[in-house]
């Protein structure tokens, strides 16, 4: 059973800072993996989605990774705003199914 | 820009009443999923459905739930009698395509039981 794991729950930059979002999967075996955002209270607004046949993803500031063989996925956040401040979640698509395994998602404050 | 639109945004209902969530997907989309997130936990898959039939589900989507495509452009999702934890936000999403597909969200209907 494919587990998704995202480190750390909340992170607090500054303003500016560039910035790491990690996530970590149990079943390597993956279709895809894709980054969303969510507000409070709010739906997910997708950000990037990352085929397992590629190694990155750009969309502007943000920058998504994917390491198969190591398990990983990094969402980079390049000059931080106050706009960034949300929950990030990343969610994995094992082989031959429909359903996205979830984190728990990364809280992000940027403070101005 | 085309997006997943639900209704209502929030629903308060009594135990054991049956509810109904609404859903309009992204119009030339042919993948249809609920998803359901309990306040403080992941974001959980209940259900997917293409062609009319239920392609793949959880173990949480038991008897009690159902879902349906009415018409062409609505999906909905019925809880046939609630029960307090199913206090939730759920969650629409389409695809253009299965397994290579981006899934797009609707806003979320918040589900409170009492």
């Known amino acids: 059973k494919q587990e998704v794991t995202q480190i750390p729950a909340a992170l607090s930059v500054p303003e500016g800072e560039n910035l790491v979002l990690n996530c970590s999967f149990t079943?390597?075996?993956?279709?895809?993996l894709q980054w969303f955002r969510q507000d409070p209270g709010k739906g997910l607004t997708s950000l990037l989605l990352i085929q397992s046949s590629q190694r990155e993803q750009t969309s502007g500031r943000l920058n998504a990774s994917l390491d198969k063989s190591s398990g990983r996925s990094t969402l980079y956040i390049a000059a931080s705003q106050p706009g960034d401040s949300a929950t990030y979640l990343c969610a994995a698509r094992v082989n031959a199914g429909n359903m996205l395994t979830f984190g728990g998602g990364t809280r992000l404050m940027v403070k101005p | 820009e085309p997006e997943v639109t639900q209704t209502p945004s929030h629903q308060v209902t009594q135990m054991g009443q049956e509810v109904i969530l609404r859903c309009v997907p992204i119009?030339?989309?042919?993948?249809f999923y609920w998803y359901r997130q309990i306040l403080g936990q992941k974001v959980e898959f209940l259900v997917s459905?293409?062609?009319?039939?239920?392609?793949?589900k959880s173990e949480i989507f038991d008897d009690q739930f159902s879902v349906e495509r009415p018409d062409g452009s609505n999906f909905t999702l019925k809880i046939r009698s609630t029960k307090l934890e199913d206090s939730a936000m759920y969650f629409c999403?389409?695809?253009?395509?299965?397994?290579?597909?981006?899934?797009?969200f609707g806003e979320g209907s918040r589900l409170t039981v009492l």
């Open positions: 999403a389409s695809s253009v395509a299965l397994l290579a597909g981006e899934l797009f």
């Open positions: 079943d390597s075996a993956i279709y895809n």
């Open positions: 119009s030339n989309h042919l993948y």
């Open positions: 459905f293409y062609n009319n039939e239920i392609s793949e």
